[in-house]
């Protein structure tokens, strides 16, 4: 589980296992004895340093595909209920699109400026 989480986010990010390596210290036939299950338990310093690297939470190394998509679920009617309590409803919900997309192109204009 854990190697499998590993191998998803490295490559999600782009990045190869020499990358993962040389980032992380961890020496790339470690690290691929992780992502193939070999080694099942590395420690929680190799974790973090991988979770580091992946820039990503040590639980999302740790929590299985199921759990994550879980939370997912859960966060998404937790957000559609409080949509639901300031009175947007699915019908009416893509009348806000514009002014979402008016606050996202707002929001690149002034990185834009501070870069």
């Known amino acids: 589980m854990i190697g499998k989480n590993i191998y998803e986010i490295r490559k999600s990010r782009g990045l190869s296992l020499s990358e993962l390596s040389e980032r992380s210290g961890i020496s790339k036939s470690y690290l691929s004895n992780i992502e193939r299950n070999i080694h099942q338990n590395p420690s929680i310093q190799i974790l973090e340093k991988v ?15 199921n759990e994550t998509l879980q939370k997912t679920d859960q966060e998404l009617v937790d957000f559609m209920l409080e949509l639901k309590k300031s009175g947007i409803n699915k019908d009416n919900l893509h009348r806000y699109q514009q002014l979402i997309d008016f606050i996202n192109w707002q929001n690149q204009k002034l990185e834009v400026k501070n870069n």
């Open 51 to 65: 979770a580091f690297v992946l820039k990503v939470d040590l639980n999302a190394l740790l929590i299985s595909n």
